[in-house]
Nanobody, 117 residues
Framework: VQLQESGPGPVKPSQTLSLTCTVS??????????WMWIRQPPGKGLEWIGY???????NYSPSLKSRTSISRDTSKNQFTLQLSSVTPEDTAVYYC??????????WGQGTQVTVSS
């Protein structure tokens, strides 16, 4: 499975960040596959944002839940992250990832998102 993130690059404070992950090599509806978003702020560790399952259920980090939405387009084999009301603290490299059988099987290359006025 290969994943590729795409997104806007620079984002202004208070705007909504939107990133899309395009999946190839398998269907995002394959049973028991989870599709994740993870980020790494500069100088910090990885932070899990949330995931969407093969059936469309979602789960989010409690610290980001109020601002996060993950959805999918099965016709395009893509899933999307929306993070609202962004601040400079949301500046990070954002990754999409494929989780199956209790571990992350593959990652996208990551995309830098900078929140700045």
């Amino acid at each position: 499975v290969q994943l590729q993130e795409s997104g806007p690059g620079p984002v202004k404070p208070s705007q909504t960040l939107s990133l899309t992950c395009t999946v190839s090599g398998d269907s995002i509806t394959t049973t028991n596959y989870w599709w994740m978003w993870i980020r790494q702020p500069p100088g910090k560790g990885l932070e899990w944002i949330g995931y969407i399952t093969s059936s469309g259920s979602t789960n989010y980090s409690p610290s980001l839940k109020s601002r996060t939405s993950i959805s999918r387009d099965t016709s395009k084999n893509q899933f999307t992250l929306q993070l609202s009301s962004v601040t400079p603290e949301d500046t990070a490299v954002y990754y999409c990832a494929f989780y199956y059988s209790n571990y992350v099987n593959s990652w996208g290359q990551g995309t830098q998102v900078t929140v700045s006025s």
